[in-house]
């Protein structure tokens, strides 16, 4: 098991390895400093081939995942524009509520929960709304267990619109490909405690030149999230204000653990890891809750048996096995499971949560 007798497969934090741990009780150093200022280059040249960034920027904001969906937002959406946002579960809505909040004309794209976004009917809404100015994506919908099909997707928004692709990887970076410039993506925003084996800490976001552009001229004023204050910054060996310098440190030694087991078998790893978690837990009756055709890498939804109550079920798997796993989320909080498979993560941390799982159903869960 990964850590103190807690196996923790929420959607994150995840568990850290022990290098990660290890990187974290260094002493601070200064942010302005030569040591500092070769810590962020090695972390920026890290991250790159994880978004597929060779020409965007990477742009590390200490801040949690939301923080970083507001600086998408703030930098490129001026009030009043129309922006298409997709809302398959939670996290969209949660993307299409902050750029709601900062006044834009928000044309929303529902899709049903545990299904993936459909190209084709994308390619129409874009028509049926134009001129969009941007397309609100997430990758991974966390509270679903659905991964969307981004190529697809933004090959439809390059072809139908001049609109700018803005995608929350939050749950997706380091689990699964993100070629952000390959496949024109203007923002993408991941953060450190999931999928990159780090603590919370830092929105990782990425920005292509298009989105500098945007920040530039959309009017929009803007203080510590600034797309062009953060790259100057960057450029010159540092951040604009102080930022989380453990998070460095872990992220300097969770990436080089990532490099060491190169990307293509991280990705694999997960991969193999989802489909192992949902053969287990199928076979003892619970039912995935996202098409299988674009079931997550990341994470696992599962339905809980009829007359059976998630909330209880979850707190037996704690308290009798130490496996932590989470609940829907919003309307889905008593209806599904979810099982996180992501970071540093092996097959005997998903073999104890099929056991786990296996024990108690065979004894019997108390109804709702
Ligand atoms: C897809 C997705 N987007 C956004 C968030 C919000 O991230 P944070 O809690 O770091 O603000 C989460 C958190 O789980 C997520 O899974």
């Not at 872990?250 to 192992?276: K, N, T, Y």
Request: charged share 20%; aromatic share 6%; glycine share 10%.
């Amino acid at each position: 098991m990964r850590g103190d007798g807690i196996n923790l497969r929420i959607s994150g934090p995840t568990p850290l390895p022990d290098g990660v741990r290890e990187a974290l009780g260094r002493q601070m150093l200064s942010h302005r400093s030569a040591a500092f200022r070769a810590l962020l280059q090695k972390v920026v040249e890290g991250l790159r081939p994880v978004y597929g960034a060779r020409t965007s920027q990477v742009l590390p904001f200490t801040a949690s995942g939301t923080g970083g969906l507001e600086a998408a937002i703030v930098n490129t959406v001026a009030p009043g524009a129309r922006v298409l946002a997709v809302r398959g579960g939670h996290f969209g809505e949660r993307f299409a509520e902050v750029a709601e909040h900062h006044g834009a004309e928000v044309i929303p794209f529902d899709v049903e929960w545990g299904r993936a976004v459909d190209p084709e009917d994308l390619r129409r809404r874009l028509r049926e709304a134009a001129p969009v100015a941007a397309v609100l994506l997430t990758h991974n919908e966390t509270s679903t267990g659905v991964l969307n099909p981004l190529p697809e997707i933004a090959a439809a928004v390059r072809e139908e619109s001049g609109a700018l692709l803005l995608v929350d990887v939050v749950s997706s970076v380091g689990v699964t490909a993100i070629d952000m410039d390959e496949l024109g993506v203007d923002v993408v925003v991941g953060v450190t405690q999931k999928g990159l084996m780090a603590p919370p800490g830092l929105a990782l976001v990425a920005v292509s030149e298009r989105a500098l552009s945007a920040s530039r001229t959309n009017g929009v004023r803007r203080y510590y999230f600034d797309f062009g204050r953060m790259a100057a910054a960057v450029a010159g060996g540092s951040t604009t204000y102080t930022p989380s310098i453990p998070c460095f440190f872990a992220l300097e030694a969770s990436l080089s653990m990532i490099a060491e087991e190169g990307l293509p078998q991280v990705f694999a790893r997960h991969r193999d890891l989802a489909a192992c978690c949902r053969d287990g837990l199928g076979r003892l009756g619970l039912r995935p809750f996202a098409d299988p055709a674009h079931a997550s890498p990341a994470i696992s939804a599962f339905l809980v048996p009829e007359g059976l109550s998630a909330g209880e079920l979850r707190r037996r798997l704690e308290s009798e096995h130490g496996v932590y796993v989470a609940q829907g989320r919003a309307r889905l909080k008593d209806r599904l499971l979810r099982v996180g498979h992501l970071g540093f993560v092996a097959r005997p941390d998903i073999d104890h949560v099929i056991e786990a799982f296996a024990s108690i159903l065979a004894q019997g869960v108390a109804q709702p």
